[in-house]
């Protein structure tokens, strides 16, 4: 049985506070290579796939973006539970990781590469894979967002591996945001997309996924666990109920989903706006870079704010520039695309900290949660978090394509295209910046609720520096009589 602490009696090892190995930092990170693609280029594509490509009706297509993101809600909280319990001499979350390294980049594949259908059934064949892509990256994902609440007990250290998880997401999403459509669009004239091209696109980008994900399987070998090995309640709802308790967790919770949602909606709309606002389909490779470029560099500029002026006011300032980015972004269609370009890049300086301080402030909050219960519950909060992150992401791309179906949209085949009304272009427009940035000025009560401060995480980890022991001592029987019963 692999222990999760340093030592037989579920104590922290003095390496706790220890920084990681360097080979650990990088080789986390580039586990956020892998599902970077996997978060991106559907939410990116796959509307547009479906209306554009595909001709199915934007209202079913947004059902279908939606739903296998909807059955994440109960899959990544269960996944989490069952990493939480998994005894194994790799540990109880790379066993999952594992499994959906070799599962997720097949699906993915064949989410873009299925039998030449069209309508209603190409609907349900997409939508038939992306569910099973969904619950095979809930595998990985899950797991692989509660390892930081596990490897250290240091409040810094965890935003440092969070830099550089971040690092390799915004890469990944520029790779898979520039190329993608790129490959699609292979056929060399104005069509942003062909059936072929799709099919290129999802093989291509699958064998990326697979190697960012075994990379982060295979380096994550050397990081040890620092929490006791005292997995946490059976019970799922038992698990969500205490969820809830976390009050840091759910303000950071209600945050993310919020921002998740504005988040989906840019993305789905990305290759619409490119296509019939800025009348360029390869714009979108473009924007992408104009994006991830500035995020790339923001990233240890925001690291260092968080350390100076805290996580909270940190990702509070990082939301506002998003926002004033996206109202800025409804003048699109009456300036230059250079200037249309500088607004995105405005925008890539705030999504930088908007990704970075969320997941290393759910790590803080889960390893309280660990230091004050004693017990490995990291999988069910990251279960939870995971579930509406592609809850919001999906409800995003599915509010999206609501707006088109209202607006008047006209959806057609990759071979025959055809001109859009004047209120479906005010529709995709409005969708694109309007939305988001509505849903960023919600989210703001919730973070400015979080109060899990640098003291009161020193505080808990001298407390739990003295009681490890006696917490899983007390534990142990506990869990034997559960088992038992």
């Not at 579920?10 to 080979?23: C, D, H, I």
């Not at 796939?49 to 993101?69: E, Q």
């Not at 038992?238 to 945050?255: E, K, P, V, W, Y």
Request: aromatic fraction near 10%; hydrophobic fraction near 50%; proline fraction near 6%.
């Amino acid at each position: 049985m692999v222990s999760a602490a340093g030592s037989d009696d579920g104590a922290p090892s003095s390496a706790a506070f220890v920084p990681l190995p360097r080979v650990v930092r990088i080789g986390y990170g580039l586990g956020s290579f892998g599902t970077g693609i996997f978060g991106a280029v559907p939410g990116l594509l796959l509307l547009f796939y479906l209306t554009d490509v595909l001709g199915v009706a934007p209202l079913l297509a947004g059902v279908v973006v939606f739903l296998p993101k909807a059955w994440d809600a109960l899959a990544n909280p269960y996944v989490g539970s069952l990493s939480d319990r998994t005894e194994h001499r790799w540990g109880p979350r790379r066993p999952w990781m594992l499994g959906g390294a070799l599962t997720l980049p097949f699906l993915f594949t064949a989410m873009f590469a299925g039998p030449p259908l069209t309508g209603d059934w190409a609907a349900l064949y997409v939508g038939g894979m992306y569910l099973l892509a969904a619950t095979s990256f809930a595998a990985f994902q899950v797991p692989y967002i509660a390892m930081p609440a596990e490897i250290t007990a240091d409040h810094h250290e965890r935003t440092r591996i969070m830099s550089w998880r971040v690092a390799f997401l915004s890469f990944a999403i520029l790779l898979s945001g520039g190329i993608a459509p790129l490959i699609a669009g292979h056929s060399g004239d104005d069509d942003p997309g062909s059936v072929n091209g799709y099919r290129i696109m999802g093989a291509s980008l699958g064998a990326l996924l697979m190697v960012g994900m075994l990379a982060a399987f295979f380096t994550t070998a050397r990081a040890r666990s620092v929490v006791p090995a005292v997995p946490g309640e059976r019970s799922i709802l038992r698990q969500m109920a205490i969820a809830r308790t976390n009050r840091s967790f759910m303000n950071l919770l209600g945050m993310y989903v919020v921002q998740a949602t504005g988040a989906g909606a840019m993305l789905a709309g990305v290759q619409y706006f490119s296509t019939y606002i800025l009348d360029d389909p390869s714009a979108t490779t473009w924007l992408f870079a104009a994006l991830v470029l500035p995020s790339i560099v923001a990233m240890p500029l925001w690291s260092r704010a968080a350390l100076r002026y805290g996580k909270r006011n940190s990702a509070f300032a990082a939301s506002c520039c998003f926002l004033v980015a996206a109202l800025l972004m409804m003048s699109a269609g009456h300036v230059s695309a250079g200037v249309v370009y500088g607004i995105t890049g405005f925008a890539g300086v705030g999504y930088a900290g908007m990704q970075m301080l969320p997941m290393s402030m759910i790590a803080d909050a889960v390893a309280a949660d660990a230091m004050t219960t004693g017990k490995r519950r990291a999988g069910v909060f990251t279960g939870v978090w995971t579930a509406g992150e592609m809850l919001g992401l999906a409800l995003g791309a599915g509010v999206f394509a609501a707006v088109l179906q209202i607006s008047g949209f006209v959806s057609s085949a990759a071979d025959h295209r055809v001109p859009q009304p004047d209120s479906a272009l005010t529709g995709v427009l409005l969708g694109f910046t309007l939305l988001p940035a509505v849903l960023l000025v919600v989210s703001m009560p919730f973070i400015l609720r979080y109060d899990l401060t640098e003291e009161k995480l020193a505080a808990l980890r001298d407390r739990y520096a003295t009681v490890p022991a006696q917490v899983a001592r007390t534990a142990a029987p506990v869990r034997a009589e559960e088992e038992s019963a």
